[in-house]
């Protein structure tokens, strides 16, 4: 973790025992979540780098998303994608849908939608409350790497492995340009 203003590193966060491969931190920058390789995401407290919790997995796990509340973490990877409460880390519901791995995960910043990008070359909007995917964006001949929302949720970004990103309907899921 490290002061932006001077450019001081402040916090060493040690625990994963293989690649750390996402991190999220709350709105209010009390706690940080990280992926990692060896199929756990952690939780950490910022103020003093002690591990809160640790999330498993069956295998990796490549992506994590907070909300901006901090109530609500999903988690992707080589498995499928996971609700979990962070509060207590009781896991809430699991995203089934994508048939391969997650690479990239998303919660809105209200906590009311999902989108989770995977190497099955699609991408997925879902409303986390029901765990109901409302729309799958296909188009890619790729894994599908990188998400991203905008808009309140209208507009939703895609990138993969073929060098381009593309701009979604999210409500549609027409595709406005690439």
Known sequence: LWEVATGEEVQVFRGHSQEITSVSMSGDGKLLVTAGGDNTARLWDTATGKEVRVLKHTRAVYSVSLSGDGKWLVTGGGDTPRLWEVATGKEIRTFPGHELYVHSVLLSTDGKWLVTGGFD??????????????????????????????????WLVTSGSNNMARLWEAATGREIRS
């Open 121 to 154: 070359w699609t991408a997925r909007f879902w409303q986390v409350s029901t765990g109901k995917e409302v729309r799958t964006f296909r188009g890619y001949s790729t894994p599908v790497h990188s998400v991203s929302l905008f808009g309140a949720g209208k």
